[in-house]
């Protein structure tokens, strides 16, 4: 019973409250600053909703830092939720649907892994240095042309091909795992019959969004069709539960 109590409380902490919390953080998530007007010089301070940064406002360089030291835990937790909902996919269901259910483990923790180095890296990581660097600026430690220098470095960074916040292998990788551990929980579950289709179609269609961005406002969208799915399955499973 006490196992049943955590597996439960779990379930609705990775699958309703986590996404809950993302989807509200990523509506001041800005996307589209990396060519204009440049990372470091949109990052830096505080902008106003802007049609084409999608955000409804982001409050400067302190809150890039605090968005992410709370998306990251978040994002593993919602990794965690789609290794739930695979938990109850046996060999009984066939051998296809065991093979996406680990497909789906598989991807959720390469998830895991690569949003969190990209977190820390371009979210983390770039939020403090910019917060350090305007302190330093700010009291004689850099002149303008060291500033200069080091908005180049971090704008290089940015795009690098490894580890940038955008378009890197890192991105990428993080990305695709979080469509793959969607599209392949949702293949999983519909093979063992475990759930309503519309569902399991919402859910791998919240993972396509959230491929595309994780900002706004595809994230606010992925992480809404998420809980959707998620509770539309706990529905479907608390009636079948009810019939039986």
């Not at 986590?18 to 204009?36: K, V």
């Not at 795009?159 to 392949?184: E, K, L, N, R």
Request: glycine share 8%; with cysteine.
């Amino acid at each position: 019973m006490k196992h049943e109590t955590l597996q439960r409380a779990l379930w609705w902490l990775c699958l309703l409250i986590a996404p809950l919390i993302l989807a509200a953080i990523e509506l001041f998530h800005p996307a589209n600053f990396t060519q204009h007007p440049g990372m470091y010089q949109y990052l830096s301070v505080p902008e106003a909703h802007q049609h084409q940064h999608m955000a409804l406002r982001y409050f400067g360089p302190q809150w890039w830092f605090v968005l992410h030291m709370i998306q990251t835990p978040m994002m593993a937790l919602v990794g965690v939720g789609i290794w739930l909902l695979v938990a109850d996919v046996r060999t009984a269901h066939g051998t296809l649907a065991v093979a996406l259910a680990w497909l789906a483990r598989l991807a959720a923790f390469v998830f895991l892994i690569y949003y969190t180095v990209l977190d820390g890296i371009g979210g983390i990581g770039l939020g403090r240095t910019i917060v350090l660097t305007q302190t330093m600026v700010a009291d004689g430690q850099l002149s303008p042309d060291q500033l200069k220098a080091v908005a180049s470095v971090l704008n290089a960074t940015w795009v690098d091909h490894w580890v940038g916040g955008v378009g890197s292998v890192i991105s990428q990788g993080a990305s695709w795992a979080a469509f793959a551990m969607t599209a392949a929980a949702a293949l999983a579950r519909a093979l063992a019959r475990q759930g309503p289709l519309p569902a399991l179609a919402l859910l791998a269609i919240g993972g396509w969004v959230l491929q595309l961005s994780h900002a706004a406002l595809h994230g606010p969208v992925a992480f809404a069709l998420l809980i959707i799915a998620a509770m539309w399955l706990r529905w479907a499973e608390s009636r079948a539960a009810a019939r039986h």
